[in-house]
């Protein structure tokens, strides 16, 4: 299955990520049964690299499937547009 086109659902809400040892607060725009697009609050856009790349990426999410499910993944891109920085997380494993 092309993973763009995966049942993504458009999201509004805050989410505080931990990459590897780090923790960032980030805003999600989609999700789906494959990943996320996370879009990186500015003051934390400066934290990750192209080093973090499959790095693993967990968070708290409430309202995709169930309540409070956590997920983990890896840091699949990082990408910017209309100077905001992006970060798209590739599930492998849905803990909840």
Do not use: K, M, Q
């Given at each position: 299955m092309e993973r763009r086109n995966s049942g993504r659902v458009e999201?509004?809400?805050?989410?505080?990520?931990?990459v590897g040892?780090?923790?960032i607060k980030t805003h999600m725009c989609?999700?789906?049964?494959?990943?996320?697009?996370?879009?990186?609050e500015k003051e934390d856009a400066d934290s990750l690299s192209n080093d973090d790349l499959a790095e693993i990426?967990?968070?708290?999410?409430?309202?995709?499937?169930?309540?409070?499910?956590?997920y983990s993944g890896e840091v699949a891109r990082f990408f910017?547009?209309?100077?905001?920085?992006?970060?798209?997380?590739r599930f492998f494993k849905r803990d909840g």
């Open positions: 999201v509004d809400a805050p989410v505080e990520v931990s040892d780090v923790t989609n999700i789906s049964e494959e990943g996320a697009l996370l879009r990186i990426v967990r968070f708290v999410y409430s309202g995709f499937t169930s309540p409070d499910d956590s910017r547009s209309g100077g905001d920085r992006y970060l798209a997380v």
